[in-house]
Each structure stands twice: as C-alpha cells, then as structure tokens.
C-alpha cells in the first residue's frame, strides 16, 4: 500500500511540473490535459484520476507551485541586516531566479500572463482566485517589510524606530509600487529574460529608491 501511494504522489507531481511548463509555453487556453498527459509520460486518464478538469489542474499547479518555487526570494527579506540592504539583495534575487530558475519562470508566467477568452472554463474563477490570493500576499509581505515590522524595532525604543531607513510614510503606496514593478519583469521575462535589466545592485536602483526615502 506505501508502493501505491509513493507511486501515485510521483504521478501527480509529474502532472503538476508537465502541467506548469504546458500551461507557460503554449497558454491556459490552448493546452488540453492529452497535452499534459504526453508531455508528463502518462495516459489521460492518469490526469482525470488526480485532477477533474483543467480548472482543477490549473488551481492545484498555483497551489502547489507558489510557495515552494517562491519562498527562497522572499526568505531574503526575513533576514538579517538592513532593510534597504535586504530590498536590495531581494529584487536582485527576483531578477536572478527570472533569468535562470526555469520553475520560477514558468510560475510567474502562467500567474500574471495567463489568459481567458469567451470560452473559458466554468469555475475557471478558482485558478484566478488562487492568483489573486497569492498576489495579496505578496502585497501583504511588501507592505509590512516597508512599514519595519522586520527591521529589528524593539518596543521602547522610541516613536518611528521600527520604520528608520523605511518608506514610513506611505508603505502601501510603497509596497504597490515593488509590486508593479515585479510583476512587470515577470512579463518581460516571459517575452525573453534577454529584455531585465542587469541582476545586480544597477538593475534594482529605480524600484530601491522610489521604495525608500
């Protein structure tokens, strides 16, 4: 009975990676589950055994996908050090993991640049929900690094000490702002990672100083 379930959780992550790198290169729209079937090695009737429809396939690779793929970039903020240091070297690792983590490209692509037309699926609005949450947070992350909830503050320290070297007057505008500006190299790196911008200390300026004061 372990031999089985190893064997089907093998199967299903087989799924899952033919399934994100279908949906990047060819679109939501246009892939069909004999697509990710052949692509994963499997018959299609080993996708509906784990997956109903698309829809579901489409939810379950962003589901499955978002953490573990994104986690290493924004365990950078979670460090030690100072914040514009950490921004820094955060943005620096987006470009970096756009320009040679095949995985975190293909998530990226198939979150912002996916597409609906007229004859999308019905419950379609699962996939988009999961996107939507997975956004939120990101913006949730951005907005509580900027105001210093992670800089070190102690209690007692003094009034704005938790937000020194921070965008302390507006970290929501602040946060939106690093967020447009990742999901915008997530789409040139979906065109062709040839177009970001260098991925070091140069290619991260812009966005670091409209972020901090």
Sequence with gaps: MRRTAEEAAQTKAALLEAALFQFAEHGVAATKLADVAQRAGLTRGAVYHHFTDKTALYAA???????SVTAPVWAVLDSDGPVEDRLREFLVAWLRRLRE??????????????????????????????????????????ETFLA?????????????????????????????????WLCGTALLAATDPDLLPPSDASGVALPLRGALP
Excluded: M
């Design 101 to 142: 983590d095949r995985h975190f490209r293909a998530l990226l692509t198939i979150t912002l640049n996916a597409s609906y037309g007229p004859d999308q699926p019905e419950g379609i609005s699962d996939g988009r929900a999961s996107k939507s949450y997975g956004l939120a947070d990101w913006l949730q992350r951005l």
């Design 61 to 67: 690779v962003i589901a499955n996908s978002w953490d």
């Design 148 to 180: 210093g909830k992670r800089d070190g503050a102690r209690d007692g320290e003094g009034a704005g000490a938790g937000q020194r070297g921070t965008h302390a007057d507006d970290p929501s505008g602040a946060a939106a702002g690093i967020l447009a």
